[in-house]
């Protein structure tokens, strides 16, 4: 038995599954999308200060994820080692500011020999690579001692996330126990650490990961690599619709609309602690309009994926800060019930396709998404027997005799002007005061939300009883509304 895992053992250091992270879907920050391998520790704290200074940080963005690119390979031990001319400093010299900024830190690894940029992999190499992350600071050149130095160090904090990536994997998938053994191995080794580090598997949907990973990692990738465009086919990115569930080849360059038309196959398989990952925002990158980056955001929010920011924070715009920071979204997001929004239909019109997305919030409150794929806008509407047909077919859901107030959870978005104010430094323009309100995941874990702008958007209507919500959607954007019920029937 590993040393560190018999000393563990022994303290009753939780074991595994139940590591307590993630029980709301991620939020935070990584270099990959705007930096590649151009990453280095100027960019890292750059970013991990604009986390902070444009207000992120309160609204509960946490994690600065070090993406591929960051290791000079392995030392004569066998040790993981960083680049030294990107981290003049090291990396835990990084985690420290960035733990002294109050937010956390991720690693990036491949469980394969390589990662996909073709650096050092961690195929074989799962307990020395946990150790090393785990305990960041140890001179690893003491090879034979290095399991106690990591005990002795792991008041020491460092590094809180791993993204496991799939590359050069000798070719070891291709059934759903391949894959899980090959994670499992890392999430034993990182479990085996005692410090709790959120495991982020990033498979791209290879073997259904919605089906063996849940009980060994926090969230898993469902398809290949997100880029910044809505709706397109690209020949690196084959797999379609169904074929998603089975896909041979994930690739890259897989538009927004493809991803979301995987994704709508398992969302029961998403749940506290353990998330379906439609991959990393777009949002602010370019390539996408207004209404496709607020659709964007406003889906992988109601699915449940995790929330990573990739843009440049140095260059944000006003759009781009009152995307990410509308909290009545976030709070969507951040639901204590942990559901991730279904499907309930979806009708191709002359233009494209419409789909309405439907799901339970905390406090009987109903989230519902009316999507507009199309090219024109359009009025859309959906009744209540279908908004929750999951509770029970035909209208016979008790929420049907129910009569709601509606609110638009866009309506209450922050102008240009305070948006600027934000650029600016001017932290009195937020909108709403995290930590004077006890801290961004107390405030999104209220029961009932508290109906205020921030939170809740504008109320723009009410459906009666066996009604009809209605909504004008432009092209390619959403209707983002949230129901809650009337109090009583008499206010009808
Ligand atoms: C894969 C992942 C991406 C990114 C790159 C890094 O493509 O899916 O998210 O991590 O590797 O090389």
């Not at 999308?33 to 991990?48: G, K, P, R, W, Y």
């Not at 290949?224 to 086919?233: A, P, Q, R, T």
């Not at 896909?247 to 029961?268: D, F, Q, T």
Request: glycine share 10%.
């Amino acid at each position: 038995m590993h040393l560190l895992s018999m000393f563990l053992a022994g303290i009753g250091v939780v074991n595994a599954l139940e590591n307590g992270l993630a029980r709301t879907p991620q939020l935070g920050w990584n270099t990959w999308n705007s930096f590649a391998c151009s990453m280095n520790e100027t960019v890292i704290l750059d970013a991990a200060k604009k986390i902070v200074s444009l207000g992120f940080k309160d609204l509960g963005y946490n994690y600065i994820v070090l993406d591929d690119c960051w290791s000079a390979g392995r030392n004569s031990s066998g040790y993981l080692i960083p680049d030294a001319q990107k981290f003049p400093n090291g990396i835990s010299d990084v985690a420290d500011k960035i733990h002294a900024l109050g937010l956390k830190i991720g690693i990036y690894s491949s469980a394969g020999t390589l990662t996909c940029a073709r650096y050092a992999g961690s195929l074989g190499h799962e307990e020395k690579d946990a150790a090393v992350w785990a305990s960041w600071g140890v001179s690893s050149e003491f090879n034979l001692l290095l399991d106690i130095l990591v005990v002795g160090l792991l008041i020491h904090v460092q590094i809180d996330y791993l993204k496991y990536d799939n590359c050069y994997n000798q070719g070891e998938e291709g059934t759903p126990k391949l894959s899980y053994d090959r994670y499992n191995a890392m999430g034993k080794a990182l479990n085996d650490t005692g410090r709790p580090i959120l495991y982020s598997l990033c498979n791209w949907g290879s073997d259904g990961p919605w089906n063996f990973a849940p009980t060994i990692a926090n969230s898993w990738r469902t398809s290949g690599d997100l880029s910044n465009v809505w709706d397109k086919e690209d020949v690196n990115c084959p797999c379609a619709e169904l074929d998603g569930l089975d896909c041979k080849l994930p690739g890259y360059h897989c538009s927004i609309m493809n991803v979301v038309n995987k994704a709508v196959y398992y969302p029961s398989k998403a749940y506290a602690g353990a998330w379906n990952d439609l991959d990393m925002l777009q949002v602010g990158n370019g390539g996408l309009t207004d209404d496709e980056a607020t659709s964007h955001f406003s889906l992988w929010a109601a699915l449940k994926s995790p929330l990573l920011m990739t843009n440049v924070l140095n260059k944000i715009d006003e759009p781009t800060i009152s995307i990410l920071q509308n909290t009545a979204v976030l709070a969507v997001s951040q639901d204590p019930t942990g559901s991730s929004a279904i499907r309930m239909w979806r009708h191709y019109v002359d233009d494209g396709e419409i789909q309405m997305y439907s799901g339970p919030l905390s406090g009987g409150d109903q989230i519902v998404l009316l999507l507009n794929g199309g090219s024109s806008a359009r009025d859309m509407n959906a009744t209540l027997t279908d908004i929750f047909w999951a509770n029970g077919p035909k209208g016979t859901a008790s929420q049907v005799r129910s009569a709601w107030d509606v609110y638009d959870l866009w309506g209450g978005r922050m102008s240009n002007a305070t948006a600027q104010g934000i650029i600016q430094g001017e932290s009195s323009t937020r909108p709403i005061d995290m930590p004077k309100l006890g801290g961004a995941s107390k405030v999104y874990s209220q029961v009932p939300l508290p109906a205020s702008k921030a939170l809740m958007g504008t109320k723009v209507g009410s459906v009666k009883a066996s009604g009809t919500v209605k909504a004008h959607v432009r092209p390619h954007g959403v209707a983002m509304l949230r129901l809650r019920a009337q109090k009583s029937n008499d206010e009808l």
